[in-house]
């Protein structure tokens, strides 16, 4: 009896091929598809902006606009809370070295002995006093306030005379006038005195 060996050797290329395309088809189709998945992107809240350095720098801009008002207003130190002086001093409160309102408290300064120098020469010494005595206030250290007190206390000494024309006559030029100014000139010659004349105009 024949017994039949079957010999086995490399597969054919057609038969080879054909089990290379049959194992890949079966992993393709036992292999799951793959998800990706995006993670959501996580924003920190942002902060709120800081307006208080904003909010600062508009509440002096208003007090020195305030201040600024009062002042050309004359309202110096006067009425309470409302002056010049009170809207400066708020913002040396807020800012000590604010050279604006460091500027204006000189500013206020220089009115008062310009009032007080003023009221001197119109023989209003109580007056100028009482000007000369706010401006210290403010500030007493100035050079030109101990130069307005020293004013003062010097015209204090001297003998003041008002004299007051009529202001019609004076505008005719009648002879009346004419022989009063006339007097009053030869008493200011004879005398050496120093005269001071407040008229409406030049005229």
């Known amino acids: 009896m024949k017994r039949k060996v079957l010999k086995c050797g490399a597969p054919r290329g057609g038969l080879w091929l054909s089990l290379l395309a049959a ?3 079966a992993s393709c189709q036992q292999s799951k598809p793959v998800r990706y ?3 959501p992107i996580t924003v920190a809240p942002q902060p709120a902006p800081d307006t208080s350095y904003i909010d600062r720098q508009r509440m002096l801009a208003d007090l020195l606009y305030a ?5 050309n207003d004359n309202r110096l130190m006067t009425p ?6 009170d809207r400066y001093r708020e913002v040396l409160a807020m800012e000590p070295n604010n050279q ?3 500027q204006g408290l000189n ?4 009115r008062y002995v ?3 120098d003023e009221a001197r020469n119109k023989g209003q010494y109580d007056q100028a006093q009482t000007l000369l005595d706010r401006a210290a206030l403010v500030d007493g250290r100035t050079g030109e306030l101990n130069a307005a007190y020293e004013r003062l206390a010097q015209s204090r000494t001297n003998r003041v005379d008002l004299l007051v024309l009529d202001p019609e006559q004076l505008s005719l030029q009648s002879p009346q006038v004419t022989q009063q100014l006339g007097a009053i000139a ?3 010659l004879r005398r050496d005195l120093t005269f001071l004349i407040n008229a409406r105009n030049d005229e």
């Open 23 to 25: 194992l890949l088809l």
């Open 37 to 39: 998945t995006a993670r």
């Open 67 to 71: 201040a600024k008002v009062a002042y």
């Open 80 to 85: 309470a809370g409302n002056n010049a002086y």
């Open 100 to 102: 604006v309102a460091l």
């Open 107 to 110: 500013e206020i300064v220089a």
């Open 114 to 116: 310009l009032l007080a």
């Open 186 to 188: 030869q008493d200011i």
